[in-house]
């Protein structure tokens, strides 16, 4: 998906904020495009914002949110929203007791991000979230379209 993102459509797709973006990407945590003074976001970048936006509501630190982006990268050779999207069939879950966080890439293997943990712990299925985002997209084009339909029928009875 090679499609680019505007901060407008970030939002609404994530649930993120305007602030937040910024904030992000002053950071050096999300950091897009530039056009001119307008951030444009890619795929890769709109797929991080949305994790990065769960892990927020569930209480993970920026800091926390850095080391786990930069973790991914090392451990998969290639961005967060690749490594999810590659593969059809496997699914990848981050996995928290409020204080630690691990990737589950299967069944049978966790790999700890932080630290090993010894409390209950809440799931974040990050394929789940690019399907999300994926959908909330083409629900988008679907109704740009049938706006677009609508409109077209709408000058021709006038």
Not at 3 to 14: D, G, K, M, Q
Not at 107 to 125: E, G, H, T, W, Y
Not at 132 to 152: D, P, W
Request: with cysteine.
């Amino acid at each position: 998906m090679q499609r680019e993102f505007t901060s407008n459509e970030v939002i609404e797709l994530t649930g993120a904020t305007a602030r937040q973006l910024q904030w992000w990407d002053e950071r050096g945590i999300v950091t897009p495009a530039r056009q001119g003074h307008r951030r444009i976001y890619g795929w890769d970048e709109l797929v991080t914002v949305a994790v990065i936006g769960q892990l927020r509501r569930r209480g993970f630190s920026l800091q926390r949110m850095r080391k786990v982006i930069r973790f991914l990268q090392q451990e998969f050779g290639t961005t967060l929203a690749a490594t999810v999207s590659g593969s059809s069939e496997q699914e990848y879950h981050l996995l928290s007791d409020g204080t630690h966080l691990y990737l589950r890439t299967s069944a049978r293997q966790v790999v700890d991000l932080l630290k090993n943990a010894r409390q209950p712990m809440f799931d974040i299925c990050l394929t789940d979230e690019v399907r999300r985002v994926r959908a909330e997209i083409q629900s988008r084009k679907k109704a740009a379209v049938s706006e677009r339909v609508r409109a077209v029928g709408r000058r021709r009875r006038a």
